[in-house]
Antibody, heavy 119, light 107 residues
Framework: EVQLVESGGGLVQPGGSLRLSCAASGFTFSTYWMTWVRQGPGKAMEWVATIKFDGSEKQYKDSVKGRFTISRDNARNSLFLQMNILRTEDTAVFYC????????????WGQGTLVTVSS | DVQLTQSPSSLSASVGDSVTITCRASQTFNIYLNWYQQKPGKAPKSLIYAASNLESGVPSRFSGSGSGTLFTLTISSLQPEDFATYYCQQTYSFPYTFGQGTKLELK
């Protein structure tokens, strides 16, 4: 059974940092592109970042470029999102999702982890 | 960036009804349009990929069609568990984008 379990969310002040993790199981993690998607309170889903299966390609939403870094550890079946210089508008539930290659869909999602940026 | 506009933004319907949700793209692309269902407090669920392909395990009352700039999601014979918010998403080019969502409510 495919499982994606996010962790690392919490309350952080503006300008602060957080590192999200996503533990994957039930599939060959090293062969899948992976993606972070977020959803602000009462808002639509928003694609954040995608990483190729081997980590050689990374794509970011413009508003997070230079602040967020997506990475993965295929030996540990884990996906990460390092978030720096956080802004209040980054407040959202962050989901880890399988897939993200061109033309692909996100067929499995984690349960999400809440990031709240507030003073 | 490819902008996706869904219509309607909200929709009221009854069990047994058939409904259609539209997703219009700001520029033409192939068929790399996906549909997701989301219930309150839950993660999204993949329904349709590449415009018309039904995800494994999804009931056949869900169907998708379209290409170019206009795509549709149709749910025939609505069931109580279908009342949720639906999103389209393009994975044709980065940055990937989602529509603003269509909330399907029970009349």
């Amino acid at each position: 059974e495919v499982q994606l379990v996010e962790s690392g969310g919490g309350l952080v002040q503006p300008g602060g940092s957080l590192r999200l993790s996503c533990a994957a199981s039930g599939f060959t993690f090293s062969t899948y592109w992976m993606t972070w998607v977020r959803q602000g309170p009462g808002k639509a889903m928003e694609w954040v970042a995608t990483i190729k299966f081997d980590g050689s390609e990374k794509q970011y939403k413009d508003s997070v470029k230079g602040r967020f870094t997506i990475s993965r550890d295929n030996a540990r079946n884990s996906l990460f999102l390092q978030m720096n210089i956080l802004r209040t508008e980054d407040t959202a539930v962050f989901y880890c999702a399988r897939g993200g290659a061109y033309s692909d869909r996100h067929d499995y999602w984690g349960q999400g982890t809440l990031v709240t940026v507030s003073s | 960036d490819v902008q996706l506009t869904q219509s309607p933004s909200s929709l009221s319907a009854s069990v047994g009804d058939s409904v259609t949700i539209t997703c219009r793209a700001s520029q033409t692309f192939n068929i790399y349009l996906n549909w997701y269902q989301q219930k309150p407090g839950k993660a999204p669920k993949s329904l349709i990929y590449a415009a018309s392909n039904l995800e494994s395990g999804v009931p056949s009352r869900f169907s998708g069609s379209g290409s170019g700039t206009l795509f549709t999601l149709t749910i025939s014979s609505l069931q109580p568990e279908d009342f949720a918010t639906y999103y389209c998403q393009q994975t044709y080019s980065f940055p990937y984008t989602f529509g603003q969502g269509t909330k399907l409510e029970l009349k």
